[in-house]
């Protein structure tokens, strides 16, 4: 769904004379905010920011799963307190 209302807000952009950037194109496919930049490009469809960063979450929680030891506790919180720095710089 996110797709195809991507494709029409793109088409809406372009029948108004307005070319969306490469970036935010990228951005609306891929749902990778990280590897955006310094600058986040919003998607084409602007609600898709919430999608890039649940996306990221339910990785990391994946990763978390499959750390089935008794450092899962501690792990978390690493990747809760490291992660915000991850776009820094």
Known sequence: MFYLYSLIMAIEL?????????REILNSLIFV?????????????????TLAFEWLFYLVVALLILNDSR????SLMLVLLVLPFG???
């Open 71 to 74: 450092w899962r506790t501690r």
């Open 14 to 22: 372009l029948v108004a004379g307005i070319v969306p950037m490469p």
């Open 87 to 89: 776009s820094l710089g």
């Open 33 to 49: 905010p990280l590897l955006d930049g310094p600058v986040y490009h919003w998607p084409i469809h602007y609600l898709g920011w």
